[in-house]
């Protein structure tokens, strides 16, 4: 089994910055070989992809976060980050954090990412 637990979600004003975390646990985690990704969904519409990270470090962005957001990920830590910068309002979403590992896959239950002034 995977456990993955957010944090790191809030109201940040437009411009501003936050960074969000997943920690990953349990005996399936086998993080470091594993993609690590971040999703969103806005009230009403599909969640949608913002970022992943391969186990070799290879990055994946949507267009509209691509110079503004950074993942990264923390293999003796079983953890990676959201980086998010210069945020819109459109940003304002549920993150959820996932983790693919072989045919496995497994979700967060998400942080509020509130982008208001």
């Known amino acids: 089994q995977v456990q993955l637990v957010e944090s790191g979600g809030g109201l940040v004003q437009p411009g501003g910055s936050l960074r969000i975390s997943c920690a990953a646990s349990?005996?399936?985690?086998?993080?470091?070989?594993?993609?690590m990704g971040w999703y969103r969904q806005a009230p009403g519409k599909q969640r949608e992809l913002v970022a992943t990270?391969?186990?070799?470090?290879?990055?994946n962005y949507e267009d509209s976060v691509k110079g503004r957001f950074t993942i990264s990920r923390d293999n003796a830590k079983n953890t990676v980050y959201l980086q998010m910068a210069s945020l819109k309002p459109e940003d304002t979403a549920v993150y959820y954090c996932n983790h693919r590992f072989l045919r496995t896959e497994h979700w967060g239950q998400g942080t509020q990412v509130t982008v208001s002034s």
């Open positions: 349990g005996s399936g985690v086998f993080f470091r070989f594993s993609t």
């Open positions: 990270v391969g186990s070799g470090d290879s990055t």
